[in-house]
DNA sequence: GTTTCGGTTCTTTTT
DNA sequence: GAACCGAAAC
């Protein structure tokens, strides 16, 4: 361990809150204002102060920033910290729930339903009750109120109330269809996103034995991105760190972009009233961006008088103005990002200094093509999570299936890729067999294949010698060679028919084959994908897949807490951002704090593009009004440039 | 009765 | 792309 002088290595604001005394601290972070690494060295700093590491619980929001923060901080201490309990919510939560979760009558082999599965099965039980139908609304949004519900300890029918009160849509249709849904995930022993959280919290509530021993463990609880947490994470952490515990949550009430998740940041704003002798701790010295960028974002700021109205003091020097740019359509702003970026690039920045950033996903299509088109290598975070794509999760379903028998979605997966059998084939072998499959057992191999109808044995023949090759080898938790050996049996050939972009599928496959290798069993391996989104998550930033310096494409959410030396900001047109359903539905000043993260990415050049019009799906065109966002900034505090490649 | 196929439509943000 | 819908095929 090297010897940290805390006293030169951090600011005077830093300082004070990484030595904090015990009890309730709130740190109030602007962004770039060295949040994490104030986290980072506050670990550092209660691991030098003699706490055992595996008495430190750090809460987080994505698994991005626990790996950060847990590498940086073995960074400054070294393997000391190696026992300290880190990770998301939901993660902790699972890691609880394994355990005790009995105590509410769910069996630890319990299945976590992805975003996927959960759609699925909302759809399948408004299919049920008839009430698909065109006016009903979309599994998603059903998904959304039942997490709103769950989130925030209401009825399931005031939230629907709020969302549907004038329209035609029957309370009473959603709640039975969200009662439906509750009953489906107990009978299938899961739990989805939210109910993660929400069994997490009612252990804690209804068994004081369980909450003691873990309030005892942890002495000290750290919280990051504070401003997001729900009212039950809140609750939680209310709960785990004690009304006297040592808790120290870090956030900005400006940075929270997530309310619609449930999050609110009403949780940080009463944090003071809800642990009276609490320290509260400012930092507002920025250091990641150039002046002119954060006289824009003071701004911004302003545009939410309804906020509390901060204001970011820079210590870097003066450089250029952000530029706004005017341009035709998104080809024309495709075209200037890569002009651009490669005038940049030989000015010297690297291409993983550069990110484009973007309110939604299908924001960055012309961009995307017009890379490929000139073979610049960017990387993506894309809308499909990577394993929530189809081909990874087929292969995964006998795995899972393996691991726990009563898996019913795995089995259901699993079948519905045989030739022949649909929805209804596999339900009827599913209850045939006893609403589990154990294919370990031969007798239940065979059982499953005199019930199948012929086209299907072919591919239950090679499921059948897998698991049969097994049993020699015991190789049933070796998800890797599982995967292996069905890819190899059955799912190439089958790939093969089924898509036609099978090379890059078989590719991601052989990706998960390899990320296999950091789990010790199954059971480990599962547990993680489940609350997993992203690979490249886990990869050096800036790098794509095959090492390559790549400019970085991300919707702004996903791009929060990290920072680049330029950022290009595309389509600020109002409709789409702010989405011109924010400004119906009163989230506007959610949009506006969103803008405000998009800027405060920026360290030295940030751009600000404008397109004029966008074709429609009819092949019309929009003409679009420059957003609201870049209005509200004094024109003198940016430069101006307009792009007219084609007149 | 089920599955498969072909055409059409849509796309906010994440664990 | 992928989810959905209706029509054709098993």
Redesign the pocket.
Known sequence: MRNIVFESELNREQLAAVTAPDGAVLVIAAAGTGKTRTLVYRVAYLVEKGIDSQRLLLLT????AAAEMLERAQGLVGESVSGIWGG?F??MANRILRRHGDLLGYGSDYTIL???DSKRLM?DCARELKL???HFP???VLI?LSGLASSMFRKIEDVAKDRFEHTSIDIADIARVHNRYTARKRELNAMD??DLLSNGLKLFREHSCILERYRDKFQHVLVDEYQDTNYIQAEWVDLIAGPDGNLLVVGDDFQS??S??GADFKNIMTFPERYPGARIYKLETNYRSVPEILSCANECIAGNPEQFQKSLHAVRDPYKKPVLVGMRDGNEQAGFVIERAERLRSEGFRMSDIVVLY????QALELQLELARRRIPYVI?S???FFE??HIKDVCALPRLFNNPGDELAFKRLLGMW????????ENIWNKLGRRCDLRKPATRERLGSLLPA?AQEAWRTVDAIADSFQDDDLFSDPGEIIHRFVKGFYDLYAMEMFD?YN?RMEDIQELINYTVKFENLDAFLNEIA?Q??LDAETEPGLGAEGVESIRLS?I??AKGLEWRAVFLLWLADGLFP?S??LV?G?ESEERRLFYVAITRAKDELYLCVPRIRKT?DGGVDLLDPSRFVQEISPELMSSESIHAFS
């Open positions: 929001f994505t698994n991005r998301t939901h993660h992805d975003q996927d759809r698909a139908d065109k979309k599994p998603e959304s996103f939210d972009i997530y619609w998740r309110r939604s996903h299908f975070t809308g499909v999570r794509q189809s030739r022949r059998v649909g929805d209804r084939t596999s086209p972009n890059r609350l989104s992203n919707t959410h996903q989405v359903r924010a539905d989230s799906r």
